[in-house]
Protein backbone atom coordinates (compact mmCIF):
# COMPACT_ATOMS: atom_id res chain seq x y z
CA UNK A 1 0.00 0.00 0.00
CA UNK A 2 0.88 3.76 -0.36
CA UNK A 3 2.87 4.42 2.68
CA UNK A 4 2.96 8.33 2.34
CA UNK A 5 -0.86 8.88 2.34
CA UNK A 6 -3.00 5.78 3.04
CA UNK A 7 -4.70 6.12 -0.03
CA UNK A 8 -4.65 2.38 -0.88
CA UNK A 9 -2.85 2.62 -3.93
CA UNK A 10 -0.21 0.18 -4.55
CA UNK A 11 3.30 -0.05 -4.79
CA UNK A 12 5.38 -0.23 -7.68
CA UNK A 13 8.21 -2.39 -6.63
CA UNK A 14 11.74 -2.79 -8.33
CA UNK A 15 13.02 -6.84 -7.68
CA UNK A 16 16.76 -7.38 -8.70
CA UNK A 17 16.73 -11.26 -9.38
CA UNK A 18 20.19 -12.01 -10.96
CA UNK A 19 18.83 -15.53 -11.99
CA UNK A 20 19.80 -17.13 -15.09
CA UNK A 21 16.77 -17.64 -17.10
CA UNK A 22 17.90 -21.32 -18.16
CA UNK A 23 18.18 -22.67 -14.87
CA UNK A 24 15.50 -25.19 -14.97
CA UNK A 25 17.20 -26.78 -18.07
CA UNK A 26 20.82 -26.88 -16.35
CA UNK A 27 18.96 -28.50 -13.29
CA UNK A 28 17.53 -31.04 -15.67
CA UNK A 29 21.43 -31.42 -17.53
CA UNK A 30 22.69 -31.84 -14.11
CA UNK A 31 20.44 -34.70 -13.37
CA UNK A 32 21.37 -36.39 -16.81
CA UNK A 33 24.76 -35.51 -16.32
CA UNK A 34 24.81 -37.51 -13.00
CA UNK A 35 23.64 -40.41 -14.28
CA UNK A 36 26.04 -40.81 -16.98
CA UNK A 37 28.62 -40.57 -14.53
CA UNK A 38 27.64 -43.14 -11.89
CA UNK A 39 26.78 -45.49 -14.90
CA UNK A 40 30.64 -44.57 -16.48
CA UNK A 41 28.80 -43.48 -19.57
CA UNK A 42 30.84 -41.07 -21.82
CA UNK A 43 27.80 -38.64 -23.35
CA UNK A 44 28.53 -36.71 -26.64
CA UNK A 45 26.29 -34.17 -27.93
CA UNK A 46 26.88 -34.14 -31.60
CA UNK A 47 25.56 -30.91 -33.47
CA UNK A 48 25.46 -29.56 -37.44
CA UNK A 49 24.07 -28.11 -40.08
CA UNK A 50 21.57 -30.44 -41.69
CA UNK A 51 23.53 -32.58 -44.17
CA UNK A 52 26.71 -32.03 -42.44
CA UNK A 53 26.94 -36.02 -42.09
CA UNK A 54 26.55 -36.34 -38.30
CA UNK A 55 24.62 -39.61 -38.99
CA UNK A 56 27.38 -40.77 -41.33
CA UNK A 57 30.34 -40.55 -38.57
CA UNK A 58 28.21 -42.55 -36.23
CA UNK A 59 27.75 -45.34 -38.71
CA UNK A 60 31.74 -44.89 -39.19
CA UNK A 61 32.26 -44.64 -35.82
CA UNK A 62 29.81 -48.05 -34.68
CA UNK A 63 32.12 -49.72 -37.62
CA UNK A 64 35.28 -48.46 -35.90
CA UNK A 65 34.01 -49.16 -32.52
CA UNK A 66 32.25 -52.87 -33.56
CA UNK A 67 32.71 -55.33 -30.90
CA UNK A 68 34.88 -52.84 -28.89
CA UNK A 69 32.04 -50.56 -27.12
CA UNK A 70 28.26 -50.70 -26.82
CA UNK A 71 26.94 -47.50 -27.90
CA UNK A 72 23.72 -46.54 -28.32
CA UNK A 73 22.51 -43.13 -29.56
CA UNK A 74 18.79 -40.84 -29.21
CA UNK A 75 18.50 -39.00 -32.74
CA UNK A 76 16.94 -35.74 -32.19
CA UNK A 77 14.74 -34.97 -35.67
CA UNK A 78 11.85 -32.72 -36.47
CA UNK A 79 9.55 -35.30 -38.16
CA UNK A 80 11.16 -38.82 -39.12
CA UNK A 81 13.02 -41.25 -37.28
CA UNK A 82 15.08 -41.93 -40.45
CA UNK A 83 18.25 -40.81 -38.71
CA UNK A 84 17.49 -43.56 -35.72
CA UNK A 85 16.49 -46.45 -38.61
CA UNK A 86 20.53 -45.94 -39.85
CA UNK A 87 21.98 -46.06 -36.75
CA UNK A 88 20.30 -49.00 -35.60
CA UNK A 89 21.08 -50.74 -39.17
CA UNK A 90 24.92 -50.07 -38.03
CA UNK A 91 24.30 -52.08 -34.78
CA UNK A 92 23.55 -48.73 -32.44
CA UNK A 93 20.92 -49.29 -29.97
CA UNK A 94 19.08 -46.17 -31.19
CA UNK A 95 16.07 -44.53 -30.22
CA UNK A 96 14.05 -40.87 -31.83
CA UNK A 97 13.39 -37.66 -30.65
CA UNK A 98 10.76 -36.46 -32.62
CA UNK A 99 10.97 -32.81 -31.52
CA UNK A 100 7.59 -31.64 -34.13
CA UNK A 101 8.92 -28.31 -34.21
CA UNK A 102 11.36 -27.48 -31.70
CA UNK A 103 14.64 -26.66 -33.50
CA UNK A 104 16.72 -28.14 -30.98
CA UNK A 105 17.16 -31.06 -27.66
CA UNK A 106 16.81 -30.02 -24.43
CA UNK A 107 17.88 -31.56 -21.23
CA UNK A 108 13.79 -32.76 -20.11
CA UNK A 109 13.88 -34.16 -23.54
CA UNK A 110 17.18 -36.43 -23.58
CA UNK A 111 15.94 -37.07 -19.42
CA UNK A 112 12.59 -38.40 -21.41
CA UNK A 113 14.21 -40.54 -23.95
CA UNK A 114 16.62 -42.12 -21.92
CA UNK A 115 13.49 -43.64 -20.27
CA UNK A 116 12.70 -45.35 -23.29
CA UNK A 117 15.96 -46.69 -24.20
CA UNK A 118 18.13 -49.14 -22.25
CA UNK A 119 21.11 -47.08 -21.52
CA UNK A 120 22.66 -48.24 -18.46
CA UNK A 121 24.57 -50.80 -20.07
CA UNK A 122 26.21 -48.86 -22.60
CA UNK A 123 29.53 -47.40 -22.89
CA UNK A 124 29.22 -44.10 -25.41
CA UNK A 125 25.69 -42.46 -25.97
CA UNK A 126 25.51 -40.41 -29.00
CA UNK A 127 22.63 -37.50 -28.71
CA UNK A 128 22.16 -36.37 -32.24
CA UNK A 129 21.05 -33.12 -31.89
CA UNK A 130 18.80 -31.56 -34.70
CA UNK A 131 20.47 -30.23 -37.65
CA UNK A 132 20.88 -26.47 -36.96
CA UNK A 133 24.11 -24.29 -36.33
CA UNK A 134 22.08 -22.11 -34.02
CA UNK A 135 19.80 -23.21 -31.27
CA UNK A 136 21.65 -26.68 -30.11
CA UNK A 137 24.43 -24.49 -28.83
CA UNK A 138 22.52 -23.00 -26.07
CA UNK A 139 20.89 -25.95 -24.43
CA UNK A 140 23.52 -27.94 -22.00
CA UNK A 141 22.14 -31.82 -21.87
CA UNK A 142 24.26 -33.35 -19.63
CA UNK A 143 26.79 -34.31 -22.10
CA UNK A 144 30.67 -35.05 -21.45
CA UNK A 145 31.30 -33.18 -24.68
CA UNK A 146 29.93 -31.21 -27.18
CA UNK A 147 31.51 -32.08 -31.01
CA UNK A 148 30.35 -30.26 -33.99
CA UNK A 149 30.12 -31.98 -37.55
CA UNK A 150 31.22 -29.54 -40.27
CA UNK A 151 31.29 -30.33 -43.85
CA UNK A 152 33.83 -29.64 -46.68
CA UNK A 153 30.98 -28.43 -48.39
CA UNK A 154 29.47 -25.96 -46.24
CA UNK A 155 32.25 -23.25 -46.62
CA UNK A 156 35.36 -21.80 -44.55
CA UNK A 157 33.72 -18.59 -42.75
CA UNK A 158 30.84 -20.87 -41.35
CA UNK A 159 32.64 -20.83 -37.83
CA UNK A 160 32.63 -17.04 -38.17
CA UNK A 161 29.41 -17.04 -39.09
CA UNK A 162 27.86 -18.73 -36.29
CA UNK A 163 30.28 -18.52 -33.35
CA UNK A 164 28.47 -19.57 -30.24
CA UNK A 165 27.96 -23.21 -31.68
CA UNK A 166 31.69 -23.71 -32.18
CA UNK A 167 32.66 -21.43 -29.06
CA UNK A 168 31.03 -24.19 -27.18
CA UNK A 169 32.35 -27.32 -28.91
CA UNK A 170 35.13 -29.36 -27.63
CA UNK A 171 36.02 -30.93 -30.58
CA UNK A 172 35.09 -30.32 -34.63
CA UNK A 173 34.61 -33.33 -36.92
CA UNK A 174 35.40 -31.28 -40.51
CA UNK A 175 33.28 -33.93 -42.41
CA UNK A 176 33.16 -35.58 -46.20
CA UNK A 177 37.29 -34.81 -46.76
CA UNK A 178 36.84 -37.55 -49.55
CA UNK A 179 34.83 -34.36 -51.92
CA UNK A 180 37.92 -32.22 -51.67
CA UNK A 181 39.40 -32.76 -54.95
CA UNK A 182 35.87 -31.91 -56.26
CA UNK A 183 36.10 -28.43 -54.10
CA UNK A 184 39.33 -26.43 -55.00
CA UNK A 185 38.53 -23.42 -53.41
CA UNK A 186 37.84 -24.95 -50.10
CA UNK A 187 40.79 -25.49 -48.32
CA UNK A 188 40.88 -26.95 -44.36
CA UNK A 189 43.33 -24.41 -43.50
CA UNK A 190 40.80 -21.51 -43.94
CA UNK A 191 38.67 -23.20 -41.99
CA UNK A 192 40.84 -24.69 -39.10
CA UNK A 193 42.07 -20.47 -39.42
CA UNK A 194 38.30 -19.79 -38.64
CA UNK A 195 38.00 -22.26 -35.89
CA UNK A 196 40.89 -20.83 -34.29
CA UNK A 197 39.02 -17.35 -34.36
CA UNK A 198 35.91 -18.93 -32.47
CA UNK A 199 37.58 -21.94 -30.41
CA UNK A 200 40.06 -21.20 -27.67
CA UNK A 201 41.35 -24.32 -27.56
CA UNK A 202 40.74 -25.68 -31.29
CA UNK A 203 40.48 -29.60 -31.35
CA UNK A 204 39.56 -30.82 -34.86
CA UNK A 205 40.27 -33.80 -36.78
CA UNK A 206 39.55 -34.22 -40.81
CA UNK A 207 37.43 -36.95 -41.36
CA UNK A 208 35.42 -38.88 -43.68
CA UNK A 209 32.56 -41.56 -43.55
CA UNK A 210 33.12 -42.83 -46.99
CA UNK A 211 36.70 -43.83 -46.78
CA UNK A 212 37.40 -44.17 -43.01
CA UNK A 213 39.68 -41.31 -43.15
CA UNK A 214 40.28 -39.83 -39.46
CA UNK A 215 38.07 -42.00 -37.53
CA UNK A 216 40.79 -43.88 -36.03
CA UNK A 217 42.12 -40.28 -34.21
CA UNK A 218 38.46 -39.54 -33.77
CA UNK A 219 37.61 -42.69 -31.50
CA UNK A 220 40.90 -42.16 -29.69
CA UNK A 221 39.63 -39.00 -29.00
CA UNK A 222 36.63 -40.71 -27.29
CA UNK A 223 38.96 -43.09 -25.68
CA UNK A 224 40.64 -40.18 -24.19
CA UNK A 225 37.50 -38.87 -23.08
CA UNK A 226 35.99 -41.90 -21.96
CA UNK A 227 38.93 -42.18 -19.06
CA UNK A 228 38.04 -38.78 -17.89
CA UNK A 229 34.52 -39.49 -17.01
CA UNK A 230 35.35 -42.14 -14.49
CA UNK A 231 33.90 -41.54 -11.40
CA UNK A 232 36.60 -41.18 -9.39
CA UNK A 233 37.54 -38.39 -11.35
CA UNK A 234 34.60 -36.79 -11.66
CA UNK A 235 34.58 -36.30 -8.02
CA UNK A 236 37.78 -35.12 -8.16
CA UNK A 237 36.47 -32.44 -10.48
CA UNK A 238 33.97 -31.23 -7.75
CA UNK A 239 31.49 -32.78 -9.81
CA UNK A 240 31.67 -30.86 -13.06
CA UNK A 241 32.71 -31.98 -16.49
CA UNK A 242 31.59 -29.18 -18.58
CA UNK A 243 31.77 -26.17 -18.44
CA UNK B 1 13.52 -20.23 -33.39
CA UNK B 2 14.17 -21.15 -29.90
CA UNK B 3 13.53 -17.42 -28.51
CA UNK B 4 10.02 -18.80 -27.74
CA UNK B 5 11.46 -21.61 -25.55
CA UNK B 6 13.58 -18.79 -23.74
CA UNK B 7 10.49 -17.20 -23.21
CA UNK B 8 8.48 -19.78 -21.50
CA UNK B 9 11.16 -20.17 -18.84
CA UNK B 10 11.71 -16.34 -18.40
CA UNK B 11 8.09 -16.22 -17.86
CA UNK B 12 8.32 -19.19 -15.65
CA UNK B 13 10.69 -17.41 -13.59
CA UNK B 14 8.68 -14.10 -13.28
CA UNK B 15 5.63 -15.88 -12.30
CA UNK B 16 7.13 -17.45 -9.27
CA UNK B 17 9.14 -14.79 -8.32
CA UNK B 18 5.44 -12.16 -8.53
CA UNK B 19 3.84 -15.31 -6.62
CA UNK B 20 6.78 -15.05 -3.76
CA UNK B 21 6.05 -11.77 -3.49
CA UNK B 22 2.08 -11.58 -3.26
CA UNK B 23 2.27 -9.06 -6.45
CA UNK B 24 -0.97 -8.39 -8.68
CA UNK B 25 0.99 -7.49 -11.88
CA UNK B 26 3.90 -6.80 -13.22
CA UNK B 27 5.37 -3.60 -14.68
CA UNK B 28 8.33 -4.01 -16.05
CA UNK B 29 11.44 -6.87 -17.05
CA UNK B 30 15.30 -6.39 -17.59
CA UNK B 31 17.36 -8.89 -19.15
CA UNK B 32 20.64 -9.45 -19.90
CA UNK B 33 21.63 -10.84 -23.28
CA UNK B 34 25.49 -11.42 -23.86
CA UNK B 35 26.52 -11.69 -27.95
CA UNK B 36 27.51 -15.06 -27.58
CA UNK B 37 24.43 -16.55 -25.99
CA UNK B 38 23.44 -17.20 -29.09
CA UNK B 39 19.99 -15.20 -28.53
CA UNK B 40 18.68 -12.57 -30.51
CA UNK B 41 17.35 -9.87 -28.67
CA UNK B 42 14.90 -8.78 -31.54
CA UNK B 43 13.40 -12.25 -31.91
CA UNK B 44 13.43 -12.07 -28.21
CA UNK B 45 10.99 -8.85 -27.83
CA UNK B 46 9.07 -10.50 -30.38
CA UNK B 47 8.12 -13.67 -28.39
CA UNK B 48 7.96 -11.69 -25.54
CA UNK B 49 5.36 -9.68 -26.72
CA UNK B 50 3.21 -12.32 -27.98
CA UNK B 51 3.50 -14.83 -25.12
CA UNK B 52 2.93 -12.06 -22.32
CA UNK B 53 -1.08 -11.30 -23.47
CA UNK B 54 -3.55 -11.51 -21.53
CA UNK B 55 -1.24 -12.39 -18.47
CA UNK B 56 -0.14 -10.94 -15.54
CA UNK B 57 2.97 -9.32 -17.58
CA UNK B 58 0.79 -8.06 -20.19
CA UNK B 59 1.62 -4.65 -19.54
CA UNK B 60 5.37 -5.32 -19.03
CA UNK B 61 8.01 -4.30 -21.27
CA UNK B 62 11.19 -5.97 -21.98
CA UNK B 63 14.38 -4.19 -21.39
CA UNK B 64 17.28 -6.18 -23.13
CA UNK B 65 21.04 -5.25 -21.76
CA UNK B 66 23.28 -6.52 -24.45
CA UNK B 67 26.44 -7.21 -23.03
CA UNK B 68 29.69 -7.67 -25.62
CA UNK B 69 31.88 -10.71 -25.65
CA UNK B 70 35.26 -10.05 -23.73
CA UNK B 71 38.03 -12.41 -23.92
CA UNK B 72 41.36 -12.80 -21.73
CA UNK B 73 44.02 -14.99 -21.49
CA UNK B 74 43.69 -17.89 -19.43
CA UNK B 75 47.25 -17.28 -18.24
CA UNK B 76 48.33 -14.00 -17.84
CA UNK B 77 45.01 -12.11 -18.03
CA UNK B 78 45.88 -9.69 -20.58
CA UNK B 79 42.75 -8.87 -23.07
CA UNK B 80 42.76 -10.77 -26.21
CA UNK B 81 40.91 -8.53 -28.89
CA UNK B 82 37.40 -10.20 -30.81
CA UNK B 83 37.58 -11.99 -34.27
CA UNK B 84 41.62 -12.21 -33.67
CA UNK B 85 42.77 -15.80 -33.00
CA UNK B 86 42.21 -16.32 -29.56
CA UNK B 87 45.26 -17.17 -28.28
CA UNK B 88 47.24 -14.48 -26.26
CA UNK B 89 49.71 -13.04 -28.19
CA UNK B 90 51.95 -12.24 -25.19
CA UNK B 91 52.02 -16.32 -23.75
CA UNK B 92 50.54 -18.22 -25.98
CA UNK B 93 47.50 -19.49 -23.28
CA UNK B 94 44.01 -19.81 -24.62
CA UNK B 95 41.53 -17.78 -24.39
CA UNK B 96 38.66 -17.59 -21.56
CA UNK B 97 35.66 -15.52 -21.71
CA UNK B 98 35.07 -13.47 -19.43
CA UNK B 99 31.37 -12.49 -20.79
CA UNK B 100 29.24 -12.30 -23.23
CA UNK B 101 27.55 -15.73 -22.41
CA UNK B 102 24.90 -14.78 -20.24
CA UNK B 103 21.49 -15.16 -20.20
CA UNK B 104 19.73 -13.50 -17.08
CA UNK B 105 16.90 -11.68 -15.92
CA UNK B 106 18.09 -9.06 -14.11
CA UNK B 107 15.31 -7.09 -12.59
CA UNK B 108 11.47 -7.17 -12.10
CA UNK B 109 9.49 -4.40 -11.48
CA UNK B 110 5.90 -5.45 -9.89
CA UNK B 111 2.99 -4.34 -8.48
CA UNK B 112 2.59 -4.82 -5.10
CA UNK B 113 -1.14 -4.32 -2.46
Known sequence: MCDSCGCGDTNLVPLEVQQRILSDNER?????????????????NVMGSPGAGKTAVLEATAKALAGCRLIGALA??????????????????????????????????????????????????????????????????????????????????KPLKYPVMFHKADLVLISKTDLLPHLPDIS?????????????NPAYFAVSARTGEGIGSWVNWLHEREAQIAPAHYAEAGGRLHV | MHEYSIVQALYDTVVAQAAANRAVSVHGLRVRIGELSGVDPGLLDTAWRTFRERTLCAAAPLEVEMVSARWRCSQCGGEIARGGILTCGSCGGAARLEQGDEILLDRIVMEVP
Do not use: K
Not at chain 1, 30 to 35: L, Y
Not at chain 1, 109 to 132: K, Q, S, T
Not at chain 1, 137 to 147: F, K, S
Not at chain 1, 188 to 200: A, G, Q, T
Open chain 1, 28 to 44: TATHNRHHFVERALLAI
Open chain 1, 76 to 157: GDLATDHDATRLTAAGIRASSITTGSACHLDAAMVHHALHHLPWADLDYLFIENVGNLVCPAVYDLGQAANVVVLAVTEGED
Open chain 1, 188 to 200: VERIVDSLRRVMP
